[in-house]
């Protein structure tokens, strides 16, 4: 149980287009889901926190605008990087947590690779 | 702020070996505790968690909590060359809608 896809795993772009990624929870509901970037060789680093069916929080320095996030469903939110730029070609994963014990456990994606041209 | 702290490592240990992982929690506010492990190039997968004093064991792995001190360990026996990989220590307030706080990771080497 708790698993957490992401798709794409990887994308390459050109820079000032949008790219779109999606994280969902396959086999629960997650009433929560957190978006992270990594850049090599560094910690995960948070970006926003979504809830279902209400604006994401986003962390200081993270431009909303820029990162728009969609918790459309319980099991489905979306990242979308608007106007990429090479400087955003970075890990970016998603985690998602549901409801029971254990419920501040955040199950992990796979993980997006995103390249910006 | 809120800080979890690692040693960056890298943490070499002989196959077969016990390894010994550290952290440390500023937020005495902090009651669940994660580890997850994170192969290069790949997400996080979870380890372990513990909420109470005392030891927890799965498996070849043992989460150590002593909220007193604020610190959390993870143990690894008979370590493996496929347990080369960063840990990653978490920190959570046990309420819903919490956000977890991530250490830097410590990296493990295994040595055949």
């Known amino acids: 149980g708790a698993v957490v896809s992401q798709h794409p795993s990887r994308v390459i772009c050109k820079s000032g287009t949008s790219v779109k990624i999606e994280c969902r929870s396959l086999?629960?509901?997650?009433?929560?889901m957190f978006w992270y970037r990594q850049f090599p060789k560094q910690s995960l680093m948070l970006m926003a926190t979504?809830?279902?069916?209400?604006?994401?929080?986003?962390e200081q320095g993270v431009e909303k605008d820029k990162f728009l996030i969609n918790h459309a469903s319980l099991t489905l939110s979306t990242l979308t990087v608007t106007s990429a730029h090479p400087e955003d070609s970075s890990f970016y994963i998603c985690?998602?947590?549901?409801?029971?014990?254990?419920?501040?456990?955040?199950?992990f994606g796979p993980g997006t690779r995103l390249l910006v041209l | 702020q809120k800080e979890v702290e690692q040693n960056s490592g890298p943490l070499s240990v002989p196959e077969g070996a016990i390894a010994s992982l550290n952290c440390t929690y500023s937020?005495?506010?902090?009651?669940?505790f994660f580890w997850y492990r994170q192969y290069s190039g790949k997400s996080p997968e979870l380890i372990m968690f513990?909420?109470?004093?005392g030891d927890k064991e799965d498996g070849r792995f043992t989460a150590q909590l002593n909220k007193a001190s604020q610190y959390v360990s993870l143990l690894i026996r008979d370590s493996q060359p496929s347990d080369s990989a960063t840990y990653l220590c978490?920190?959570?307030?046990?309420?819903?809608?919490?956000?977890?706080?991530f250490g830097g990771g410590t990296r493990v080497l295994v040595k055949p």
């Open positions: 979504s809830n279902e069916g209400s604006k994401a929080t986003y």
């Open positions: 978490a920190c959570g307030q046990g309420a819903a809608g919490n956000k977890l706080t």
């Open positions: 513990i909420y109470s004093n």
């Open positions: 086999d629960f509901q997650a009433t929560t």
């Open positions: 937020d005495r506010g902090s009651q669940s």
């Open positions: 985690s998602a947590r549901g409801g029971g014990q254990g419920q501040e456990t955040q199950y």
